[in-house]
C-alpha cells in the first residue's frame, strides 16, 4: 500500500494504482467545482461509479458494462509504474457517444501501458447525455467537457506526487474521448494545460451542434430536470438522433469557449497523434457493405487536420480471425492498454491468447508520449 499527498486529502493506493479520486462534484445541470477536502487517509483502490447511463449501443461488439452508477461520479483513476521521477502523462478521455462509458471500465486498466510506456495514465469520468450534454435553458453548455476540464486541472495540481510531469501532458481519448480532446486542444480555457494530443477513431466528419439546434433537440427535457435520474435517461433514449447517421442525440455544442464551431479550423498547430481503424463502421454495423465502409472511414479521417498539425498518422487493420466485426472501431484499445485478458468483448472472439502482451502499439504511443516521433506500427505478431 501507498499513501500520497493531493490538494485535498491523503489517498491510499495499491501496486501503483490509485482509483476513485474525486477530482470535482457538481450539482445537476451546473458546472463543476473542487471536491470537499477530506481528513485522513481515503482508500483508492476502486474505481467510482458510472455517470448514470443507458446501455452502449455498440454493446453488441464491446460487451456490457457492469459498473454501478452515479451522478457522483465525477472521479478518475491514476497508474503510475513508480510515485517518483518525474514521467510524461497520459491523460484518457473514453468515448462511448457522450452517452456511455466509464474511465473506470476493466478496458481502461493503465497498469500495463503506464509500465511499458514509462509514464503515468490518467482515466477519468464525465458526465454523460442529457446530463453532460444537453442544451437546455439557463444551463451551461457543454458540462462533460467542463468535467475534463476540470480533471485536467486536478492533474496539473497533483500528478508530480504520482511521479509524473504537469508539463508533459499528452490528452487523449477515442471516440467521443478523442473529439472531446480535440475539442479542449482547442479551446482557450485549456491553454497551458495540455502539450501534445492523440485522437484515436475521432469522429471529425461530426461537427459540434449549433446551440439552437441543441436546444430545439432537448426542447422535450426541459419539464424534467428534477426528475429522477431514470426518467431522465428514459427520455433521453427517445431523443432521435440524426437520420441515417451514427451521430448521436447528444453531443458538444459550440459555444467559442470551450468548444469551437469548427473543431478542425480551431485547432492550434503542435504534436499530434491520429488513428483509425480500417473497418469503423462494422462496429454499428457488421454487415455492412465495402462502400459503406470505406465511406464512413471518411468520418474519421481528416487530411486537413493531419496536415495543419503535422500529425503522425496510422491505420490500425489487426483483426480476430474469423470475427464478423473486422477491424472494428474500438478494436485497438485492448492493444493501447494491454487488456485483451480482461475484457470479454464480441469483437475479440477467436483472438489467439496472450494478445496483451503485444507491445506493439503501446511502443508507438510511448514514443510520442516521450516527445519523439514513433517509428513504423509492424502488425501484431500471432502465436
Keep these: 500500500m501507498t499513501i500520497l499527498e493531493t490538494t485535498t486529502g491523503r489517498v491510499r493506493g495499491a501496486q501503483g494504482a490509485f482509483k476513485g479520486i474525486p477530482y470535482a462534484t457538481a450539482e445537476r445541470f451546473e458546472a463543476p467545482k473542487p471536491p470537499k477536502p477530506w481528513s485522513g487517509v481515503k482508500d483508492t483502490l476502486e474505481a467510482g461509479p458510472a455517470a448514470p447511463q443507458p446501455p452502449s449501443r455498440l454493446e453488441h461488439a464491446l460487451g456490457p458494462m457492469p459498473l454501478p452508477q452515479s451522478e457522483d461520479c465525477l472521479s478518475l483513476n491514476v497508474f503510475t509504474p513508480s510515485t517518483t521521477g518525474n514521467r510524461p502523462v497520459l491523460v484518457w478521455i473514453h468515448g462511448g457517444g457522450f452517452s456511455s462509458g466509464s474511465g473506470g471500465q476493466v478496458w481502461y486498466t493503465g497498469t500495463r501501458l503506464a509500465r511499458d510506456a514509462d509514464a503515468v495514465v490518467v482515466t477519468l469520468n464525465y458526465r454523460l447525455g442529457v446530463l453532460g450534454f444537453a442544451a437546455l435553458d439557463g444551463v451551461p453548455p457543454n458540462l462533460g467537457i467542463a468535467d475534463q476540464l476540470a480533471a485536467l486541472e486536478w492533474v496539473r495540481d497533483n500528478i508530480a506526487a504520482f511521479g509524473g510531469n504537469p508539463a508533459e501532458i499528452t490528452l487523449a481519448g477515442q471516440s467521443a474521448g478523442a473529439q472531446s480532446t480535440l475539442a479542449l486542444w482547442s479551446s482557450p480555457r485549456a491553454r497551458g494545460l495540455i502539450k501534445r494530443i492523440a485522437l484515436q477513431s475521432a469522429p471529425l466528419g461530426m461537427r459540434p451542434a449549433t446551440w439552437a439546434d441543441a436546444n430545439r433537440?432537448?426542447?422535450p427535457l426541459q419539464g424534467l430536470r428534477t426528475a429522477p435520474v431514470e426518467q431522465l435517461l428514459a427520455a433521453q433514449l427517445a431523443v432521435p438522433g440524426e437520420p441515417g447517421s451514427i451521430e448521436p442525440a447528444f453531443q458538444l455544442v459550440a459555444d467559442?469557449?470551450?468548444?469551437?464551431?469548427?473543431?478542425?479550423?480551431?485547432?492550434?498547430?503542435?504534436?499530434?497523434?491520429?488513428?483509425?481503424?480500417?473497418?469503423?463502421?462494422?462496429?454499428f454495423v457488421p454487415d455492412a457493405p465495402q462502400e459503406?465502409?470505406?465511406?464512413?472511414?471518411?468520418f474519421f479521417t481528416s487530411d486537413l487536420l493531419a496536415k495543419k498539425l503535422g500529425a503522425f498518422t496510422y491505420r490500425f487493420d489487426w483483426a480476430a480471425p474469423g470475427n464478423r466485426f473486422g477491424a472494428c472501431h474500438c478494436i485497438d484499445i485492448p492493444f493501447l492498454f494491454g487488456t485483451h485478458d480482461v475484457w470479454d468483448a464480441p469483437m475479440?472472439?477467436?483472438?489467439?491468447?496472450?494478445?496483451?502482451?503485444?507491445?506493439?502499439?503501446?511502443?508507438v504511443w510511448a514514443a510520442f508520449l516521450h516527445g519523439e516521433r514513433p517509428g513504423a506500427l509492424t502488425p501484431p505478431k500471432l502465436p
Excluded at 473543431?263 to 481503424?277: D, K, N, Q, R
Excluded at 475479440?348 to 511502443?363: F, H, I, V
Design 256 to 283: 467559442d469557449d470551450l468548444v469551437a464551431h469548427d473543431l478542425v479550423e480551431a485547432a492550434p498547430a503542435g504534436p499530434a497523434l491520429i488513428s483509425w481503424t480500417r473497418e469503423e463502421l462494422r462496429a
Design 348 to 363: 475479440l472472439e477467436g483472438a489467439p491468447k496472450g494478445l496483451e502482451n503485444e507491445t506493439g502499439l503501446r511502443e
Design 217 to 219: 433537440r432537448a426542447r
Design 292 to 298: 459503406a465502409i470505406d465511406t464512413a472511414n471518411g
